[in-house]
């Protein structure tokens, strides 16, 4: 039987018996199952204590995150196009560096904004339009500066704002950073919540109350904001339950 007679029978057989329809589950119906949450967590748990976190880097620069939470991440700020974003908790530079060249080269370039008490930066920040403001988030004389410079950006371009968290991941630290930067988050955009995956969420079990517990006590007190779990569709997340959208005013 030559090569052109078997693709004809391998037709007719797809015709009359075709492959059945595979439909994706939701991330609610993984999450919600007992078997594929075990999965999704003792995955998650592997590749953020097996040292594979730290392997990443932009520009030769290191950065301590995975290929999903970055996708997501960029994802999200081409759906929103926000002018602004603010990061707490600079260390090497390199994720402000990869959000504000890679919008830029999407034709949607915005200001990052990231504070650290000591930014190890290998390029000049300012060269990239990156502010880098060093003193600790939660400062009085910190979150003042970044509401001047929030303020006088969309005097001259108004536009959506976002902010990311990832600075000291204790919980008194993560609560006071909620309540400082969250009225920056602009209604529809987001509030990103990092590590909350410590503390055995699925990872290091040892860390003590962190973002996870910050974030659950947030939200009960600020209905504007709603946990996107379809941020964690690519199942690899340091982020569980941190993808935070707001979807009204604050009461």
Known sequence: MNHST?????????????TPQKIPL???????????????????KLYYEGGLA?????????MIKNPCDLWTMLELLQTIKPVVLVET???HGASALYFAEMMKLLGSP????????????????????????????????VIERVRNVVRE????????????????????NVTRELELYS???TQNSYLVVEDTNVNGHPAALDHGPGPWEAVEKFLVTHPD????????????????GGWLKRVGQRC
């Open 54 to 62: 730290g392997t990443l880097n932009w520009r030769g620069v290191p």
């Open 89 to 91: 908790g600079t260390h």
């Open 225 to 240: 904001f709603v946990q996107d779990r379809a941020c964690e569709r690519h199942l690899l997340t340091f982020f569980p």
């Open 183 to 185: 009225p920056l988050v």
């Open 6 to 18: 078997r693709l004809r029978i391998a037709r007719v057989v797809r015709f009359l018996k075709p």
């Open 26 to 44: 939701s991330i609610e119906e993984v999450l919600g199952k007992s078997e594929s949450l075990d999965i999704v967590e003792r995955f998650n």
């Open 153 to 172: 950006i969309l005097q001259n371009k108004p536009g959506p704002v976002m902010v990311t968290l990832d600075s000291d991941h204790s919980e008194d």
């Open 110 to 141: 915005l200001k990052v904004i990231t504070i650290d008490i000591n930014p190890k930066w290998h390029l000049d920040p300012e060269q990239f339009g990156i502010e880098s403001i060093i003193g600790y988030s939660t400062d009085r004389v």
